[in-house]
């Protein structure tokens, strides 16, 4: 049988590959090849599709959350709650700008933040909240945005993973002050490369932000405070162009696929399935099942077995994220130890992400389920 990976980018260009190559094409002709209109026409389509009045463009996910940090001057002495069940770079910026992430546990059903423990954790040196939207699916921010305006907290969005995911029928990253999405090419709206984007609704946040991506320029050669060099690339503007216009679609597929994979594998035992809940409609970036964990902790888990059977059977599935951020090497000077944060351990110990990608054919999506029950039935 057919491998199946847990995503293919090759069938989307197999469909606007034409397109895309005829837009590149354009773009190398022009001569201008960082900034200038298609970064501009892209930075107002996708603030439109979002529902802001602002975005500015720049070169990753990563580097717009720590613009975004940056513009609401976060820096040393001050801390910023976060998850730690995401990727690093979620906690990674917050530490770049010399603040300190103070990681809350996250909640069993959704793998977000779980935000009684948030405000549990705010202290006198909290300055904002970064709620990430694992997977697609968004963090209740009805809640989340009544506890940071009590405590007059700033709440930046990562919205890296949930690129279209609606809050109460809001897109996230319009509702809080900041939100943060990254092209990388496997999130919902992927790049040929890399790339990021910011959203908010504040034009003074904005022009800032738009100042220290190009290295803190006011005017020409004039600098009032330093940046960095994070523009994002006409190529990738006109290729993201195209590819905004196909988000819709692609993000019903991918709803069509995570509906037909609850109904085809929540009969199996041991298995957990994932959930929107109510008010949060998710873009499923990944489809992440609970795999019960029968095997002592210094075992290997349940879990790494089926993912290694599944494996033997073609089928390609991911683990994130295997050790939760508050536990990495990277972050030992702030002392967590095991046990700390229990709902984001025993995740990284069951999750497993199953093949996702709104190409996934109903035959390949049968594939994977006739595997998952041959391995555990
Ligand atoms: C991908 C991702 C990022 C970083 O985006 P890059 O474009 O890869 O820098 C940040 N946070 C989360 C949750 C992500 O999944």
Redesign the pocket.
């Known amino acids: 049988m057919k491998k199946i990976p847990p995503f293919d980018l090759t069938e989307q260009y197999q469909v606007i590959g034409k397109e895309i190559n005829a837009s590149v094409a354009e773009v190398l002709a022009s001569g201008h090849y960082i900034g200038g209109s298609h970064v501009e026409a892209f930075e107002q389509q996708f603030a439109s599709y979002v529902g802001t009045t602002q975005c500015i463009a720049c070169n990753?996910?990563?580097?717009a959350?720590y613009l975004a940090l940056r513009a609401l001057n976060i820096g040393p002495g001050d801390e910023v709650i976060t998850t730690p069940f995401?990727?690093v770079?979620?906690a990674e910026t917050i530490s770049a700008v010399g603040a300190k992430p103070v990681f809350v546990d996250i909640d069993r059903q959704t793998f977000n933040l779980d935000l009684e423990q948030v405000e549990a954790s705010i202290t006198k040196g909290t300055r904002a909240i970064l709620p990430?939207h694992?997977f697609g699916l968004p963090v209740n921010m009805s809640r989340l945005m009544a506890i940071a305006q009590a405590h007059h907290l700033f709440v930046i969005e990562?919205c890296?993973?949930a690129t279209g995911a609606e809050w109460a029928g809001q897109k996230v990253g319009s509702i809080g002050h900041i939100g943060c999405f990254?092209?990388?090419p496997t999130?919902n709206l992927g790049a040929c490369g890399?790339?990021?984007a910011v959203t908010t609704n504040d034009a003074a946040i904005a022009a800032r932000i738009r100042r220290l991506r190009d290295h803190g320029r006011k005017g020409s050669y004039y600098y009032e405070e330093l940046g960095v060099n994070s523009r994002l690339d006409a190529i990738q503007a006109a290729i993201l162009q195209i590819k905004l216009r196909h988000l819709e679609t692609w993000n019903n597929q991918r709803r069509a696929i995570a509906e037909r994979y609850q109904q085809l594998l929540s009969p199996i035992p041991d298995i957990t399935t994932p959930q929107e809940i109510p008010n949060g409609k998710s873009v499923w970036n990944q489809y992440t099942i609970r795999v019960l964990d029968r095997t002592p902790e210094t075992d290997l888990s349940s879990r790494d077995r089926l993912r290694s059977q599944l494996q033997e059977k073609g089928v390609i599935s991911m683990v994130y994220y295997p050790l939760p951020l508050h536990l990495q090497p990277a972050y030992s000077h702030l002392k967590y130890q095991p046990g700390n944060l229990p709902e984001a351990e025993q995740a990284s110990r069951e999750v497993l992400s199953l093949p996702m990608f709104p190409e996934l054919s109903p035959e390949q999506q049968n594939q994977v389920v006739y595997s998952l029950k041959d391995c555990l039935l």
């Open positions: 990753s996910g990563t580097d959350l995401t990727f770079a979620t990430v694992l990562d890296a993973q990254s092209f990388y999130k890399d790339g990021g």
